[in-house]
């Protein structure tokens, strides 16, 4: 009942997650606000539903991912510190797409691989003179940019 109409409760994305992981995507551009109270709920390991009464008991692993700059996002008061100590246990750089050309050739065929059962019926592999400008472009985008231009290949 936090809302008109809202007759069952729906388990969030936390409660999903009991016993697993949850992944949070970009969580630098998350508003201090929310950072607030997924500092609660990862220090309490509960939290209350919308309207609820109750708490609710959670143990999931978190996982995020950014591409900020956390410790300067701090220091402009855009991130918490206390959340970045909290979620920094294991961090794991990922360096661009541009840092590591060699990874172009397997992705994009991963990426022909996941897109070709809708898009392009037929085609294995992309021309040599395709996957030779895909190794010499700089991927600003980074992996999502290269996804995107194979699924378009394969529109197109």
Same mark, same amino acid.
């Given at each position: 009942?936090?809302? *008109?109409?809202?007759?069952?409760? #729906?388990?969030?994305?936390?409660?999903?997650?009991?016993?697993?992981t %949850?992944? /949070?995507?970009?969580?630098?551009?998350?508003? %201090?606000?929310?950072?607030?109270?997924? =500092?609660? !709920?990862?220090?309490?390991? +509960?939290?209350?539903? @919308?309207?609820?009464? #109750? &708490? @609710?008991? !959670?143990? &999931?692993?978190?996982?995020?991912?950014?591409?900020?700059?956390?410790?300067? +996002? %701090?220091? /402009?008061?855009?991130?918490?510190?206390?959340?970045?100590?909290?979620?920094?246990? !294991?961090? %794991?750089? /990922?360096?661009? =797409?541009?840092?590591?050309?060699?990874?172009?050739? *397997?992705?994009?065929?991963?990426?022909?691989? #996941?897109?070709?059962?809708?898009?392009?019926?037929?085609? &294995?592999? =992309? *021309?040599?003179?395709?996957?030779?400008?895909?190794?010499?472009?700089?991927w600003?985008g980074n @992996?999502? +940019?290269?996804?995107?231009? @194979?699924?378009? /290949?394969?529109? =197109?």
């Amino acid at each position: 009942g936090a809302f *008109p109409g809202a007759t069952a409760e #729906k388990p969030g994305k936390f409660e999903l997650a009991h016993t697993g992981t %949850i992944f /949070l995507d970009e969580i630098g551009e998350m508003a %201090i606000r929310l950072q607030a109270k997924l =500092l609660q !709920v990862l220090q309490d390991e +509960e939290f209350f539903r @919308v309207g609820g009464k #109750k &708490s @609710v008991r !959670v143990d &999931s692993r978190v996982v995020v991912a950014t591409n900020r700059d956390l410790e300067k +996002e %701090i220091a /402009l008061g855009n991130f918490r510190e206390d959340l970045y100590y909290r979620l920094n246990v !294991v961090a %794991i750089r /990922l360096p661009a =797409l541009r840092e590591r050309m060699e990874d172009v050739v *397997p992705l994009t065929d991963h990426f022909l691989k #996941k897109y070709g059962r809708h898009y392009i019926h037929g085609v &294995s592999e =992309l *021309p040599a003179e395709v996957l030779k400008a895909f190794t010499e472009y700089d991927w600003p985008g980074n @992996v999502r +940019e290269l996804e995107n231009m @194979v699924r378009r /290949l394969g529109v =197109l």
